[in-house]
């Protein structure tokens, strides 16, 4: 597609539950990275994946929380056991790989709005 | 630790007049250093960076930054303000040698621009 894609745009769940967010990236994109944008906390970094692997999880609150890229592509969050202080925007960005020529910049989504009951 | 910080919540101006956005590091290593706007219930949008080179950076809709390594800044900049430059804006930093490419935000800067 033409720009990082997100779904869903908005998620609200019960506490206690798991949901899933999905990210698309840009088409040849290689690196995605996931960030969390909060009242609290600001733009926090998640995770990055280069591929399939992610050799940066330093981001991740806690082992409630996971995320996979499968084909080089799609990328899901997984948050299980949902708690109220989850509540945030979750957002994605792809960018080319580093030394691709590609200036490092990275491209976002439109983020998915979580909302934890 | 890395950080970058933006010291103003808000700014305000009125349409016509200049404005700046500021911004501060603390990056070790050669920064690389990012401005993004966000507009409501929209993703980030790249506006500009500096990598290397040239300290004053041109980048979209008129908007241009000034790196500053002896104060270690990077201030946001236009000559002429829109009230559609109404937006949050971050700035970011990237550690140069990093291998992950990850950006660290500052807090982000509310600007409001007035008719």
């Known amino acids: 597609g033409a720009g990082v894609s997100q779904s869903p745009s908005n998620k609200v769940t019960e506490k206690g539950k798991d949901v899933e967010l999905r990210c698309d990236p840009i088409s040849g994109h290689t690196a995605l990275y996931w960030y969390r944008q909060s009242l609290g906390q600001g733009l926090e970094f998640l995770i990055y994946f280069q591929g399939n692997s992610a050799p940066d999880k330093s981001g991740l609150p806690s082992d409630r929380f996971s995320a996979e890229r499968t084909g080089g592509s799609v990328s899901t969050l997984t948050i299980q056991r949902t708690q109220q202080e989850d509540s945030a925007v979750y957002l994605c960005a792809s960018s080319l790989p580093r030394g691709a020529g590609a200036k490092n910049i990275q491209y976002f989504g439109a983020g998915t709005r979580l909302s934890v009951l | 630790a890395q950080s970058v910080a933006q010291p103003e919540d808000q700014v305000n101006v009125a349409e016509g007049n200049p404005l700046t956005v500021k911004c501060t590091y603390s990056?070790?290593?050669?920064?690389?250093l990012f401005w993004y706007v966000q507009y409501p219930n929209r993703g980030l949008q790249f506006l500009l960076k500096?990598?290397?080179?040239?300290?004053l950076v041109k980048g979209s809709y008129g908007f241009e930054a000034e790196f500053n390594k002896s104060q270690t800044s990077f201030h946001l900049k236009k000559p002429s303000a829109l009230v559609s430059d109404s937006a949050l804006y971050f700035c970011?930093?990237?550690?140069?040698?990093?291998?992950?490419?990850?950006?660290?935000f500052g807090q982000g800067t509310t600007l409001q621009v007035k008719p």
């Open positions: 970011a930093g990237m550690i140069g040698s990093s291998n992950t490419g990850k950006l660290i």
């Open positions: 990056v070790s290593g050669n920064p690389y």
């Open positions: 500096y990598i290397t080179g040239d300290n």
